[in-house]
C-alpha cells in the first residue's frame, strides 16, 4: 500500500496537467497568495495547544474553473511537556509541506474556492531534554511523508488584490499515527 499512493498520486498529477498546453502557460495569467493565520496537531495526547502557521502559493489557469499550483506552508504547532519517572522533557512541533492543489473557483457561494491535492511534508517533534533522552526517544519525529492537503478560502470576488479567509487541512502518516493539522489563515489572494 506505501508503494501504490506515491505512484496513484502521480497518476492523478499527471492526468490534471495533460489539458495544459505549453503554450497557455502564459506569464500574466499565473495569480499568487500568501497567508498567515494559526496551525493546530491533532495526533495524540502531547498534541501541543497551536501556534503560527504561513502559507505562499502561485497558480494557472488549467480548465474552464480550475486552476492549478504549488502551494508552500510552514507551521510552527508549538511545544509540549512530558515527565517520566522524575525526569521532565519538552518536545517542539513544526511541519513543512509543500503540496501541488487542484484549485475549484464556484461561481457563487460564500466559499469562493476549493483546493486538494497530493504533497510532501516534513512532520517535526524535537526533543529537548536535560539528561536521559534515551527514554524519550520513541516520542520524537522526524520524517518526511506524503499528505493529503485540503483548503477552503472566502476571498472577494472579481478583485485585483483580495482579502479574506483560509481554512485548511492537512493529514500526514507518520510512524506514531496520524497527524492531523488544522489551519485558520488570513488571506490575501492577487
Do not use: C
Request: overall charge positive.
Amino acid at each position: 500500500m506505501k508503494r501504490v499512493l506515491p505512484f496513484a498520486l502521480l497518476l492523478v498529477t499527471v492526468a490534471l496537467l495533460a489539458p495544459v498546453r505549453a503554450h497557455a502557460l502564459r506569464l500574466e495569467a499565473w495569480q499568487g497568495h500568501i497567508s498567515i493565520g494559526y496551525a493546530k496537531l491533532f495526533s495524540d495526547s502531547l498534541a501541543p495547544t497551536g501556534s503560527l502557521s504561513v502559507a505562499g502559493g502561485i497558480d494557472h489557469p488549467l480548465v474552464g474553473r480550475f486552476r492549478i499550483g504549488p502551494v508552500l506552508s510552514l507551521s510552527l504547532l508549538g511545544s509540549s511537556q512530558t515527565e517520566r519517572g522524575s525526569v521532565p522533557a519538552g518536545l517542539d512541533y513544526s511541519m513543512l509541506d509543500a503540496a501541488l492543489m487542484v484549485h475549484w473557483l464556484p461561481e457563487k457561494g460564500f466559499i469562493t474556492r476549493v483546493s486538494a491535492g497530493p504533497g510532501l511534508a516534513s512532520a517535526r517533534a524535537e526533543l529537548q531534554v536535560a539528561g536521559g533522552g534515551a527514554g524519550f526517544s520513541d516520542l520524537a519525529v522526524g520524517e518526511v511523508k506524503p499528505e493529503f492537503a485540503l483548503e477552503l478560502t472566502s476571498i472577494q470576488r472579481n478583485k485585483l488584490v483580495a482579502l479574506g479567509a483560509e481554512l485548511g487541512l492537512r493529514l500526514v502518516p507518520v510512524e506514531q499515527g496520524l497527524w492531523t493539522v488544522f489551519t485558520a489563515r488570513v488571506a490575501i489572494h492577487y
